[in-house]
Protein backbone atom coordinates (compact mmCIF):
# COMPACT_ATOMS: atom_id res chain seq x y z
CA UNK A 1 0.00 0.00 0.00
CA UNK A 2 1.25 3.35 -0.97
CA UNK A 3 2.28 5.83 2.00
CA UNK A 4 2.36 9.63 -0.03
CA UNK A 5 2.78 11.73 3.05
CA UNK A 6 5.61 9.91 4.78
CA UNK A 7 8.80 9.11 2.66
CA UNK A 8 10.73 6.06 2.97
CA UNK A 9 14.09 6.35 2.39
CA UNK A 10 16.63 3.60 1.72
CA UNK A 11 19.62 3.11 4.12
CA UNK A 12 22.38 3.91 1.81
CA UNK A 13 24.33 7.56 1.77
CA UNK A 14 21.75 9.22 -0.14
CA UNK A 15 18.91 8.29 2.15
CA UNK A 16 20.85 8.67 5.27
CA UNK A 17 22.28 12.26 4.05
CA UNK A 18 18.38 12.82 3.51
CA UNK A 19 16.98 11.91 6.85
CA UNK A 20 19.90 13.46 8.62
CA UNK A 21 18.70 16.54 7.45
CA UNK A 22 15.25 16.27 8.07
CA UNK A 23 16.24 16.16 11.75
CA UNK A 24 18.56 18.67 11.58
CA UNK A 25 15.48 20.72 10.21
CA UNK A 26 12.99 19.48 13.10
CA UNK A 27 11.05 17.31 11.27
CA UNK A 28 10.50 13.51 12.54
CA UNK A 29 12.18 10.45 10.93
CA UNK A 30 11.74 6.82 12.09
CA UNK A 31 15.12 4.91 11.93
CA UNK A 32 15.98 1.64 12.86
CA UNK A 33 17.95 0.57 15.69
CA UNK A 34 18.79 -2.99 17.38
CA UNK A 35 15.91 -3.09 19.06
CA UNK A 36 12.86 -1.41 17.47
CA UNK A 37 12.49 1.14 15.17
CA UNK A 38 12.51 4.80 16.99
CA UNK A 39 11.17 7.62 16.19
CA UNK A 40 13.60 10.57 15.51
CA UNK A 41 13.69 14.08 16.31
CA UNK A 42 16.18 16.96 17.37
CA UNK A 43 16.54 16.58 21.19
CA UNK A 44 17.32 20.54 21.54
CA UNK A 45 14.13 21.57 19.87
CA UNK A 46 11.14 22.26 22.06
CA UNK A 47 8.86 22.37 18.36
CA UNK A 48 10.53 18.95 17.66
CA UNK A 49 9.86 17.14 20.84
CA UNK A 50 6.29 18.22 20.82
CA UNK A 51 6.11 16.49 17.65
CA UNK A 52 6.85 13.47 18.69
CA UNK A 53 4.59 14.01 21.59
CA UNK A 54 1.62 14.90 18.84
CA UNK A 55 2.80 11.87 16.49
CA UNK A 56 2.45 9.12 18.85
CA UNK A 57 -0.45 10.69 21.40
CA UNK A 58 1.76 10.34 24.11
CA UNK A 59 1.27 11.36 27.34
CA UNK A 60 3.68 14.20 28.57
CA UNK A 61 4.59 12.99 31.68
CA UNK A 62 6.05 9.79 29.92
CA UNK A 63 10.36 10.77 29.38
CA UNK A 64 12.02 10.26 26.30
CA UNK A 65 15.50 7.90 25.65
CA UNK A 66 18.28 10.57 23.83
CA UNK A 67 20.33 8.99 21.44
CA UNK A 68 23.61 10.18 20.87
CA UNK A 69 26.55 8.28 18.84
CA UNK A 70 29.06 7.85 21.11
CA UNK A 71 30.09 7.73 25.45
CA UNK A 72 32.06 10.90 24.56
CA UNK A 73 29.15 12.64 23.45
CA UNK A 74 26.71 11.35 26.49
CA UNK A 75 29.19 12.23 28.94
CA UNK A 76 28.49 15.87 27.62
CA UNK A 77 24.77 15.77 28.81
CA UNK A 78 24.75 14.14 32.19
CA UNK A 79 27.30 12.90 35.32
CA UNK A 80 27.81 9.18 35.21
CA UNK A 81 28.43 7.63 38.58
CA UNK A 82 30.91 5.45 38.58
CA UNK A 83 28.45 2.31 38.13
CA UNK A 84 27.30 4.01 35.26
CA UNK A 85 30.37 4.36 33.68
CA UNK A 86 31.28 0.57 34.12
CA UNK A 87 27.99 -0.73 32.38
CA UNK A 88 28.35 2.06 29.63
CA UNK A 89 31.88 1.38 28.34
CA UNK A 90 30.94 -2.45 28.83
CA UNK A 91 27.63 -2.46 26.53
CA UNK A 92 28.03 0.83 24.79
CA UNK A 93 26.88 0.80 21.67
CA UNK A 94 24.04 -1.52 22.76
CA UNK A 95 20.34 -2.38 24.06
CA UNK A 96 21.45 -0.50 27.38
CA UNK A 97 19.65 2.87 28.54
CA UNK A 98 21.09 4.67 31.58
CA UNK A 99 19.28 7.37 33.20
CA UNK A 100 21.41 10.06 34.72
CA UNK A 101 22.00 13.36 36.20
CA UNK A 102 21.62 16.39 33.68
CA UNK A 103 24.29 18.36 33.47
CA UNK A 104 24.43 21.99 33.69
CA UNK A 105 24.06 23.56 29.84
CA UNK A 106 22.66 19.82 28.70
CA UNK A 107 20.80 22.18 26.00
CA UNK A 108 18.10 19.59 25.87
CA UNK A 109 14.73 20.63 25.34
CA UNK A 110 12.55 20.07 28.72
CA UNK A 111 9.86 17.92 27.33
CA UNK A 112 12.66 15.21 26.69
CA UNK A 113 12.74 14.87 30.14
CA UNK A 114 9.35 15.75 31.59
CA UNK A 115 10.75 17.74 33.86
CA UNK A 116 12.81 15.55 35.41
CA UNK A 117 16.46 16.34 36.75
CA UNK A 118 17.54 13.13 34.78
CA UNK A 119 17.67 11.78 31.16
CA UNK A 120 17.96 8.43 29.87
CA UNK A 121 20.67 7.72 27.38
CA UNK A 122 21.38 5.40 25.23
CA UNK A 123 24.46 4.67 22.27
CA UNK A 124 22.49 2.10 19.76
CA UNK A 125 23.91 -0.44 18.27
CA UNK A 126 23.49 -0.05 15.07
CA UNK A 127 26.25 1.03 12.31
CA UNK A 128 23.48 3.00 10.30
CA UNK A 129 21.62 4.40 13.66
CA UNK A 130 24.88 6.11 14.95
CA UNK A 131 25.79 7.49 11.10
CA UNK A 132 22.46 9.38 11.53
CA UNK A 133 22.19 10.84 14.67
CA UNK A 134 26.31 12.09 13.97
CA UNK A 135 25.28 13.10 10.43
CA UNK A 136 22.20 15.43 12.11
CA UNK A 137 24.23 16.86 14.26
CA UNK A 138 22.29 16.56 17.53
CA UNK A 139 21.30 14.32 20.11
CA UNK A 140 18.05 12.43 19.00
CA UNK A 141 14.72 12.00 21.42
CA UNK A 142 13.68 8.66 20.07
CA UNK A 143 10.83 6.89 21.15
CA UNK A 144 9.32 3.63 19.80
CA UNK A 145 7.72 5.04 16.12
CA UNK A 146 4.13 3.43 17.15
CA UNK A 147 1.20 5.31 18.34
CA UNK A 148 1.46 5.27 22.01
CA UNK A 149 0.44 2.15 23.76
CA UNK A 150 0.31 -0.42 20.84
CA UNK A 151 3.04 -2.41 19.96
CA UNK A 152 6.28 -1.48 19.21
CA UNK A 153 7.90 -1.87 15.36
CA UNK A 154 10.41 -3.66 14.43
CA UNK A 155 9.93 -3.13 10.59
CA UNK A 156 9.78 0.44 8.20
CA UNK A 157 6.41 -1.84 7.26
CA UNK A 158 5.26 -1.47 11.03
CA UNK A 159 5.96 2.03 11.59
CA UNK A 160 3.97 3.46 8.28
CA UNK A 161 0.96 1.27 10.11
CA UNK A 162 0.93 3.23 12.75
CA UNK A 163 2.48 6.71 11.47
CA UNK A 164 1.81 7.37 8.07
CA UNK A 165 1.24 11.11 7.40
CA UNK A 166 2.28 12.09 10.58
CA UNK A 167 6.17 11.72 9.89
CA UNK A 168 8.57 13.40 7.55
CA UNK A 169 10.10 9.71 7.04
CA UNK A 170 11.16 6.40 7.56
CA UNK A 171 14.53 5.51 6.85
CA UNK A 172 14.31 1.58 5.97
CA UNK A 173 17.14 -0.82 7.51
CA UNK A 174 15.27 -3.61 7.10
CA UNK A 175 14.07 -5.66 10.29
CA UNK A 176 15.31 -5.60 13.99
CA UNK A 177 17.35 -8.14 15.20
CA UNK A 178 16.81 -8.17 18.87
CA UNK A 179 13.31 -7.08 18.78
CA UNK A 180 12.90 -5.66 22.05
CA UNK A 181 13.37 -2.15 23.77
CA UNK A 182 16.60 -1.64 25.69
CA UNK A 183 17.03 -2.41 29.32
CA UNK A 184 16.82 0.63 31.36
CA UNK A 185 18.90 1.24 34.59
CA UNK A 186 18.74 4.01 37.04
CA UNK A 187 21.16 5.30 39.58
CA UNK A 188 19.31 6.77 42.50
CA UNK A 189 21.28 6.16 44.02
CA UNK A 190 22.36 2.57 43.83
CA UNK A 191 22.02 0.69 40.25
CA UNK A 192 17.80 -0.10 39.76
CA UNK A 193 16.15 -1.86 37.14
CA UNK A 194 13.62 0.67 35.46
CA UNK A 195 12.38 -1.31 32.48
CA UNK A 196 13.45 -4.75 31.48
CA UNK A 197 14.79 -5.37 28.11
CA UNK A 198 17.49 -6.15 25.08
CA UNK A 199 19.89 -6.74 27.67
CA UNK A 200 19.40 -9.21 30.06
CA UNK A 201 19.63 -8.34 33.64
CA UNK A 202 22.50 -11.20 34.55
CA UNK A 203 24.67 -9.48 32.12
CA UNK A 204 24.28 -6.13 33.84
CA UNK A 205 24.44 -8.04 37.48
CA UNK A 206 27.42 -9.93 36.30
CA UNK A 207 29.75 -6.79 35.06
CA UNK A 208 28.29 -5.26 38.32
CA UNK A 209 29.22 -7.80 40.71
CA UNK A 210 26.06 -7.55 42.27
CA UNK A 211 22.03 -7.72 42.16
CA UNK A 212 20.12 -5.01 40.78
CA UNK A 213 17.60 -3.34 42.46
CA UNK A 214 13.85 -3.45 41.85
CA UNK A 215 11.79 -0.19 40.94
CA UNK A 216 9.00 -0.39 43.71
CA UNK A 217 5.76 -0.68 41.60
CA UNK A 218 3.27 2.48 41.26
CA UNK A 219 6.07 4.60 41.50
CA UNK A 220 6.67 7.82 39.86
CA UNK A 221 7.31 7.46 35.73
CA UNK A 222 10.92 8.02 35.57
CA UNK A 223 11.52 6.45 32.00
CA UNK A 224 9.87 5.10 29.37
CA UNK A 225 7.97 2.23 29.16
CA UNK A 226 6.80 1.54 33.12
CA UNK A 227 3.46 2.76 32.10
CA UNK A 228 0.52 -0.30 33.44
CA UNK A 229 -0.90 -0.83 30.00
CA UNK A 230 1.49 -0.87 27.42
CA UNK A 231 2.64 -3.11 23.62
CA UNK A 232 -1.31 -3.72 23.53
CA UNK A 233 -2.50 -4.90 20.34
CA UNK A 234 -6.13 -5.13 19.47
CA UNK A 235 -6.88 -8.72 20.86
CA UNK A 236 -7.23 -8.97 24.95
CA UNK A 237 -4.54 -11.21 26.25
CA UNK A 238 -4.51 -14.30 28.64
CA UNK A 239 -0.77 -15.13 29.74
CA UNK A 240 0.66 -18.54 31.27
CA UNK A 241 -1.82 -20.70 29.53
CA UNK A 242 -1.67 -24.34 28.73
CA UNK A 243 -4.59 -25.20 27.21
CA UNK A 244 -6.36 -21.80 25.16
CA UNK A 245 -10.45 -21.38 25.76
CA UNK A 246 -12.64 -21.95 23.03
CA UNK A 247 -12.30 -18.69 20.48
CA UNK A 248 -8.88 -17.96 21.88
CA UNK A 249 -6.21 -17.93 19.46
CA UNK A 250 -2.76 -19.32 21.08
CA UNK A 251 0.63 -17.78 21.05
CA UNK A 252 2.73 -20.85 21.59
CA UNK A 253 6.09 -20.60 22.81
CA UNK A 254 8.46 -24.42 22.63
CA UNK A 255 7.14 -27.66 21.05
CA UNK A 256 3.32 -26.05 21.29
CA UNK A 257 0.42 -27.03 18.30
CA UNK A 258 -0.26 -23.21 18.36
CA UNK A 259 -1.14 -21.42 15.16
CA UNK A 260 1.43 -18.75 16.22
CA UNK A 261 4.81 -19.60 18.00
CA UNK A 262 7.17 -17.17 19.13
CA UNK A 263 9.83 -20.04 18.87
CA UNK A 264 8.82 -23.64 18.46
CA UNK A 265 12.41 -24.17 19.47
CA UNK A 266 12.23 -22.87 22.77
CA UNK A 267 14.78 -20.16 22.03
CA UNK A 268 14.61 -16.98 23.89
CA UNK A 269 16.69 -14.81 21.74
CA UNK A 270 14.04 -15.74 18.73
CA UNK A 271 11.09 -15.23 20.94
CA UNK A 272 12.12 -11.54 22.21
CA UNK A 273 12.98 -10.55 18.06
CA UNK A 274 9.51 -12.32 17.26
CA UNK A 275 7.19 -10.76 19.69
CA UNK A 276 5.71 -7.42 18.64
CA UNK A 277 6.00 -9.44 14.96
CA UNK A 278 3.48 -11.54 16.23
CA UNK A 279 1.40 -9.77 18.59
CA UNK A 280 0.86 -7.93 14.97
CA UNK A 281 -0.37 -10.86 13.32
CA UNK A 282 -3.33 -10.84 15.79
CA UNK A 283 -4.56 -7.77 14.19
CA UNK A 284 -4.10 -8.59 11.05
CA UNK A 285 -5.83 -12.03 11.78
CA UNK A 286 -8.47 -10.29 13.61
CA UNK A 287 -8.17 -12.03 16.68
CA UNK A 288 -10.18 -10.62 20.02
CA UNK A 289 -8.69 -12.50 22.49
CA UNK A 290 -5.57 -14.67 22.39
CA UNK A 291 -3.81 -16.83 24.60
CA UNK A 292 -0.13 -17.15 25.30
CA UNK A 293 1.91 -20.09 26.43
CA UNK A 294 4.46 -19.67 29.49
CA UNK A 295 7.63 -18.22 29.09
CA UNK A 296 10.56 -19.02 31.58
CA UNK A 297 11.60 -15.56 33.59
CA UNK A 298 15.29 -15.78 32.74
CA UNK A 299 17.56 -13.77 30.64
CA UNK A 300 15.47 -12.29 28.14
CA UNK A 301 12.50 -13.99 29.30
CA UNK A 302 12.01 -11.46 31.82
CA UNK A 303 11.86 -8.80 28.83
CA UNK A 304 9.44 -11.08 27.08
CA UNK A 305 6.85 -11.34 30.37
CA UNK A 306 7.39 -7.97 30.97
CA UNK A 307 5.64 -7.13 27.86
CA UNK A 308 3.23 -9.71 27.49
CA UNK A 309 2.03 -8.39 31.09
CA UNK A 310 1.41 -4.45 30.10
CA UNK A 311 0.21 -5.99 26.71
CA UNK A 312 -2.53 -8.03 28.87
CA UNK A 313 -3.15 -5.01 31.77
CA UNK A 314 -6.71 -3.18 31.86
CA UNK A 315 -6.36 -0.25 29.52
CA UNK A 316 -8.00 2.86 29.75
CA UNK A 317 -10.87 2.54 27.99
CA UNK A 318 -11.54 -1.28 29.37
CA UNK A 319 -14.38 -1.19 31.87
CA UNK A 320 -13.24 -1.62 35.13
Known amino acids: MPHPDTRTLAADDAGLAEAAGLLAAGRLVAFPTETVYGLGADARSDEATAAIFAAKNRPQTNP ?44 LAPRVTAGLGTVGLRVPGTDLARRLIAAAGTPVAAPSANPSGRVSPTSAAHVLQGLSG ?17 TIVGFDPEPTLLRPGGLPSEAIEACLGRALALRTEGAPLTAPGQMESHYAPAAHLRLNVIAPDPGETLIGFGPVAAPLNLSPSGDLHEAAATLFHTLRLLDERGATRAAVSPIPEVGLGRAINDRLRRAAAPRPQDPA
Do not use: M, N, Y
Not at 77 to 91: G, H, Q, S, T
Not at 166 to 180: Q, S
Open 166 to 182: RIAAVLDGGPCAVGLES
Open 64 to 107: LIVHVESLDRARGLAEFPADALRLAEAFWPGPLTLVLPLKPGHG
